[in-house]
């Protein structure tokens, strides 16, 4: 079974319990505003470049091809370029092969994460993974859980642990910031809460998005309801536009990016929510 992965890095902390390797999947159902891996958001192989060093030669345009106004580099262009600054980011692999690459370090890690992008996006390759990796390495799911029902509920019986994003959850702006509904995320976190053992929820704190009063309240009333009293905040990170320009693109996160991140400790406490700040 062949998938695209754009990253592993190796001897990961913050990806699920203890030093992991984490492999990063191509290809996602959503277009936050505030992504941070811009180049996981297409499922197919992309050639990015470094602005780090251009010198404007524009050796690498000679041949490149010109589609609805914007550049894009061709195998020929990554040659070109005497500074060495364009990469193909995303690689085709075998199911096994990876399997195989991750098993050597069975005796030096706590397992492998799967993240993105959105793994679940790349379902059939991701669960011939798991398969192989079961009983050998710990595994674990970094999902935002966009996907359908019945995909998700096998990705439950697969893996040993999830990492569930929880962003928005009036309708109308998790549309506006994501690009989707989150009915099916809703639904598969209840799923979740429900029937898997070991999960941790995870809240971005978008400035003036997801850390506002109303949506924390909403988030809150969701763990309550589904009898999960324990979160992880990750507090937004001013560098996640700094990829964009790697893929000739521009970062409009859509929102003020400077202003402070609200930490809501006061409500979580008040809620009984335990919390973790990454």
Known sequence: MQGTVFSI???????????????????????CTWCHNPEGQEPNPQIVKSPNGCTGCNRCLESAEKVDGRWHYTEESIKNCPMGLLRVSGE??????????????????????????????????????????????????????????????????????????????????????????????????????????????????IPGVTDTQENILGIIAVLKANEVSYVELLPYNKMAGGKYQMLGRAYCPGFDEQRQVMIPETLLKEHQIRYLVL
């Open 9 to 31: 890095e190796e001897f990961s902390v913050y990806d699920g319990p203890g030093i992991r390797t984490t492999v990063f999947l191509k290809g996602c159902p959503l277009r």
């Open 92 to 205: 085709t692999v075998e199911s096994q092969g990876l399997c195989e690459r991750l098993l050597k370090n069975q005796g030096l890690l706590q397992g492998v994460t799967f993240s993105g992008g959105e793994p679940l996006l790349q379902s059939d390759f991701l669960f011939a993974c798991l398969k192989t990796l079961k009983g050998k390495l710990h595994t674990a799911i970094q999902t935002c859980g966009y996907c359908e029902e019945a995909v998700f509920r096998e990705a439950v019986s697969l893996a040993d642990y999830f990492l569930f994003d929880l962003k928005l959850i009036r309708e109308e702006l998790h549309r506006k910031f994501t690009g989707v509904s989150n009915e099916k995320i809703l639904r598969n976190f209840a799923y979740l809460a429900k029937y898997a053992k070991n999960f941790v929820v995870r809240i971005p704190l």
